[in-house]
C-alpha cells in the first residue's frame, strides 16, 4: 500500500502510539504532521516525512492556527488522528471539577478541535480518514477511571455522529480501542497503582497485563497498523467503528 503525498496529522505524535503510527505512516509514503506540547520531544523523533508542530491540543486558539500551518506547509489533511490524551484512573469520589475538565479537554475537547479543523478542508475532497484513538474504555467502564471512561465514550460517539453526517462521500470515520498498550502511558500508572494500593511494582504490571484478555501487553506497532489497514483500500466501507484491540474483551 502506498499513501503517497497524503498528509497525515497526529495529534501526541512525539511519543508513543502517535509516534509508531507516525512512523509507520511515513514508511508508507504519507508526509506525516506529528504534534505536541513539546517541541524538543517532537524536533527529537522528527525524520524524513516527520514534520514536527507544537500545539496544545486543549487550546482552541493553538489549534485552529496549528492545523492551518500544516495545511499551509503540507496541503489539506486527509488522515487526521487525534491520539493526544491523557491516562490517569482516579475513582469519582476523588475526582475534582480541576481534573475532570482537564481529561476532559484534553481527550474529547482536544478530539474535537482537532477533527474539526481538519474536516474544514477535508471535507471539499473525495477521500479522507479519521482514525480517533479511543481505548477499551471507550466501549466499557473501566474501574477507578470516571472522567477517563467518560471521555473516551465520547470520543467513539463523536466519530459515529460524524460517520452519519459525512455518509457516502468518501469520507471514513473510526476509532481504535486498545487495551493497555506499552507505552509511558502503562509506566506511569503501574507506578501510581503500587503507590495507591501499596503493592510493589511488579505486581501492580501484572495487574494491567491480566487485564487484557491475552494476558499480555499489546505493542504500539500493532495499533499502528491498524491505522495503516483503516488507511488502505480493503477497509474503504468500514465506517464509524469502534475497533477493538484487546486481545478479546468482547
Ligand atoms: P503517551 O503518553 O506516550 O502519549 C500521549 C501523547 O499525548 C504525548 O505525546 C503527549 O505529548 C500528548 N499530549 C498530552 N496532553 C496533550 C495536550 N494537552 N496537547 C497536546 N498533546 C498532548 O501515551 P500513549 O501513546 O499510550 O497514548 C496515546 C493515546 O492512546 C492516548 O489518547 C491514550 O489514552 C490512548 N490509549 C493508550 C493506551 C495504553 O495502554 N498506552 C490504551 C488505550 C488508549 P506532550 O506531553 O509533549 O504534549
Redesign the pocket.
Known sequence: MTLNGKHALI????????LTTARALADSGAQVTI????MG?LEAVTGAGIHPLA????DEAQVVEGVARAVAERGPVQICIP?????EGRALHRTDAAFWRQVMA??LD?AFYTVRECLSEMRGTDWGRVIA????AGIKGLKGAAAYTAS?HGMIGLIRALSEDYLGTGLTFNAIC????D????TRNVTAIAERAGIPEDEARALMVGANRHKRLIE?DEVAQAVLWLCGPGSQSVNGQAIEIAGGQF
Open positions: 495529534t501526541g505524535g512525539g511519543s508513543g502510539i502517535g504534534t505536541g506540547r513539546r520531544v500545539m496544545d491540543v486543549t491520539n493526544a490524551g491523557i491516562a484534553t481527550n482536544g484513538i479511543s481505548s477499551i473516551k486498545p487495551g493497555y498498550v507505552t509511558e502511558i502503562v504500539p
